[in-house]
């Protein structure tokens, strides 16, 4: 494959920082709402957002089980924020009917790090990043409380998990798509290209 | 004026993080609610979030009177009742409204028209809080100067409380005209734009450079059907507020949840006329053109 294509999930969020980062990370971007748009993509980042408003445009729009099918077989998904939350094979504290896609072994605890006036900008190490640390933006944002024994961890900031990784599946708890910095969408890109 | 290097220790209040939070909800519906029961409605509906305010914009016309910040016992219960996130309106000048916001652990602070302004000079200092606000606009120059005194989210203010449209198309296209207009210019008009605009020359000159403002826009004041929320977002909204055109209707709970769809498919005609199937009575609504002057909210900020 020369040039992947990869979708943002495009339910609600910030889809458009996602776009332009892919495409500065050398993939072909666009958005994806619908079922025959996610057959197309070789890859899928799920922005951040709501996660509730997420859950449910999703469930109503009947992409929640195309979605978990192409997870299952396999293809790479980077969740930032919202998206953590929806890979996540658990929430520690769910809304009533609130659903997740699955697919990292983790349990998260949505708005860990507080309400707004508690969200923060921080250096982050992230392992398979190269070039120093990356700058973290945090908004409301999950941590993940414990992962399970196929997960690793790939990055914590004060004493917590803030990205994991498992197979062809990627999360963060900040927002790299917030920054000029690109380096964890070309992390992401490369993993497209690999699964290929 | 975004930060652009990270620090070593975490830092809160950035221009990063308060904008940044504002484009997680984009793509979404932000409601207007009055108590806790509303506010679970909202969210089962799919809101990104909810505004908490005493009486809708409707109810605040009807009533006359003062409107001021709402009581903090019901902020905090709105807060306790939901996991997205809460605004709250202050009225424009009013910092002390503002700091007891930010005390209660609100999301974001409306610095809001629609209440009776403290001040009729000056807005408030929005760069002295850690808490982001977003403020109302119906043009360009009005959308930089509550940017240059540090709103991080910028609504178009249409008319409140009345269920009709026109003024926030009005308000929009000329939002988005001006930004076309200025994308056209170079360098050297720069300068008598900036005049021209009662705005900064750096903001001006980045907004001419990016093709759109430096925060997230929304559209507000008139949504109350799917379909003006799409027309909305067609217009180059990237969200709604819709206020009483929600709890104000027959079935809440239906057109909420039909007026998040549409925001989402804006562009599907499908979908929007799917949603906007038997959603019962919509809100009465007010023909703007007989609102006499002093009752038009949007002529409240500077």
């Not at chain 1, 009947?62 to 969740?79: D, F, K, T």
């Not at chain 1, 998990?161 to 964890?184: C, K, M, W, Y």
């Amino acid at each position: 494959m020369t040039t992947p294509l990869i979708g943002v999930l495009a339910l609600q969020g910030d889809v458009r920082e996602h776009l332009i980062a892919l495409a500065s990370a050398d993939a072909v971007a666009r958005p994806v709402r619908r079922p025959e748009e996610l057959a197309e993509v070789d890859g899928l980042v799920i922005p951040g957002g709501e996660s509730t408003t997420i859950s449910k445009l999703a469930e109503l729009f009947g992409l929640m089980e195309p979605l978990r099918e192409r997870i299952r077989a396999g293809m790479p998904v980077y969740g930032t924020c919202a998206g953590l939350i929806m890979l996540a094979d658990k929430i520690l504290d769910p809304r009533s009917g609130q659903e997740t896609l699955g697919g990292i072994d983790m349990i998260v605890r949505r708005n860990a790090f507080g309400r707004q006036n508690e969200s923060f900008e921080a250096a982050v190490e992230v392992a398979g990043v190269e070039g120093g640390p990356v700058e973290g933006v945090f908004i409301r944002a999950p941590w993940v409380e414990s992962i399970g024994a196929r997960a690793e961890v790939v990055a914590e900031h004060d004493g917590h998990i803030v990205a994991v990784r498992q197979g062809n599946a990627l999360a963060t708890s900040f927002h790299p798509e917030l920054t000029g910095d690109h380096r964890v969408h070309a992390l992401f890109v490369d993993m497209v290209r690999a699964a290929a | 004026m975004s930060s652009t290097s990270t620090p070593q220790s975490p830092e809160t209040g950035t221009a990063r993080v308060k904008r940044g939070m504002a484009e997680q909800l984009k793509g979404g519906v932000i409601m207007d609610v009055v108590n806790a029961e509303q506010a679970k409605i909202a969210e089962d509906a799919g809101a990104v979030a909810v505004m908490a305010l005493e009486r809708v914009p409707a109810d605040i016309r009807k009533d006359g009177g003062v409107a001021r910040m709402s009581d903090p016992n019901m902020i905090e219960e709105i807060i306790e009742a939901v996991s997205i996130p809460v605004m709250a309106k202050s009225r424009i000048g009013h910092f002390v409204e503002a700091q007891v916001l930010q005390s209660l652990g609100v999301d974001y602070i409306d610095e809001s028209e629609v209440l009776t302004p403290a001040d009729e000079v000056n807005h408030s200092d929005k760069w002295a809080f850690t808490i982001p606000f977003v403020c109302g606009a119906t043009n360009l120059g009005e959308a930089l100067r509550r940017i240059a005194e540090g709103a991080a989210m910028i609504r178009s203010k249409g008319e409140a409380g009345t269920g009709n449209v026109v003024e926030a198309v009005r308000h929009l296209r000329q939002i988005k005209n001006e930004i076309a207009k200025l994308r056209g210019f170079d360098n050297n008009e720069l300068y008598a734009a900036a005049k021209e605009l009662r705005a900064p020359y750096e903001l001006v000159k980045e907004v001419s450079e990016l093709g759109k403002l430096p925060v997230v826009l929304f559209s507000a004041g008139g949504v109350a059907t799917p379909a003006d929320a799409a027309l909305m977002r067609q217009l180059g909204a990237e969200g709604v507020f819709v206020g009483s055109g929600i709890f104000k209707s027959g079935d809440p709970a239906k057109r909420a949840a039909a007026i998040v769809k549409a925001t989402t498919f804006y562009d599907d005609p499908k979908i929007i006329a799917d949603a906007s199937r038997n959603l019962g009575e919509a809100m009465v609504g007010i023909n703007c053109d007989t609102l006499p002057e002093a009752e038009r909210y949007a002529n409240r900020g500077w």
